[in-house]
């Protein structure tokens, strides 16, 4: 004989959406895992020299790339929803554009005229440069005519800054280390800039000790990343880009030692959904590429 329980709506919605989380936050520990093997297996071969240093920074470059891949396109949602409601509401441009300016600042550090042999930092940033100019421009066309020319002005003096880092660059200095030490620190200063915003996040966190506006994947993601680019700048060393990831890889262990923390305190309810999109796009900086993004150096 078969007994039916029933379970009360909003119980049952509670079960469901921890479940959910649960069975998201296993799968992002599994793929943690597999790369700490994957970094194990790698850095094992490497101290043996099983495998060349090139080799060895090109093979950590590619693993960057694909993980900071996944942090340029983590807003996408967040601009499926501008595109579904016609609108922007409350959603600001401000994280979209640093990232814009960061990228076209490590884009030309990559160039080798600057600094040679850094091939896979030019097609990620390259690559994310391309995402958020499209997530601006999918903003400016939803936005009303004052913010409009508010994110064209910003556009066009980020082009004019960059430029100006460029012809001083080609102009003044002769040498592939004084370029890239010129333009490297100017990349290490913006980097570490973005990290305002991951910063505030963690502060709502502490506050009011939940981990809603901060999610799991993207602060895994963000500390991933940092690690996997500390370690292609450490094969072959590159002062500037292990700085600015190493500040990356810091903030993505204290996210994660803060969702440990407030993780059981934070609400099961499905209240206020719509800000976890909000926490995405600002989130992304970290990492480089911040997230605050998490940005990839």
């Known amino acids: 004989m078969s007994t039916y329980i029933s379970i009360p709506t909003s119980l049952r919605v509670s079960i469901n959406i921890s479940k959910t989380h649960i069975f998201n ?19 094992f071969l490497l101290v043996n020299k099983m495998v060349s240093a090139t080799v060895a920074r090109n093979i950590a470059g590619i693993f960057g ?24 509401e409350e959603y600001k441009a401000d994280p979209y554009l640093a990232t814009v300016l960061n990228c076209a600042l490590w884009v030309f550090y990559g160039l080798p005229i600057v600094h040679p042999d850094s091939l896979l930092v030019i097609t990620i940033n390259a690559t994310g440069l391309a995402i958020e100019l499209f997530y601006l421009s999918i903003f400016f066309y939803f936005s009303p005519t004052p913010r409009k020319v508010k994110v064209g002005l ?6 004019v800054f960059v430029g100006i880092v460029a012809t001083c660059t080609l102009l003044l200095f002769h040498t592939h280390n004084k370029r890239s030490s010129f333009v490297g620190i100017i990349c290490v200063i913006f980097v570490s ?16 000790k939940s981990v809603r506006y901060m999610p799991f994947s993207l602060s895994l993601a963000n500390f991933l990343n940092g690690i996997i680019w ?18 990356g890889t810091v903030s993505g262990a204290v996210q994660l030692i803060l969702y440990a923390c407030y993780y059981k305190t934070t609400p099961k309810d499905d209240e206020e959904e719509d800000n976890l999109s909000k926490a995405n796009s600002q989130l992304q900086l970290s990492g480089n590429q911040g997230q605050a993004k998490g940005v990839p150096a």
């Not at 799968?27 to 994957?38: K, P």
């Not at 694909?66 to 601009?79: A, M, N, Q």
């Not at 910003?154 to 082009?159: A, D, F, P, Q």
């Not at 500390?230 to 190493?246: E, M, P, R, T």
């Open 193 to 208: 800039l973005m990290y305002i915003a991951p910063l505030t996040i963690m502060s709502k966190v502490i506050k009011t």
């Open 65 to 88: 790339n694909v993980i900071s891949l996944f942090l340029f396109l983590s807003p996408i949602p967040t601009f499926i929803t501008i595109y579904k409601m016609k609108k922007v």
């Open 230 to 247: 500390v370690i292609y700048a450490l094969i072959k060393f590159d002062l500037f880009i292990l700085i600015g990831n190493g500040l």
């Open 154 to 159: 910003w556009l066009v003096g980020e082009m």
């Open 25 to 43: 936050i296993s799968n992002c520990i599994s793929l943690s895992l597999s790369l700490v093997f994957f970094v194990s297996c790698f850095l």
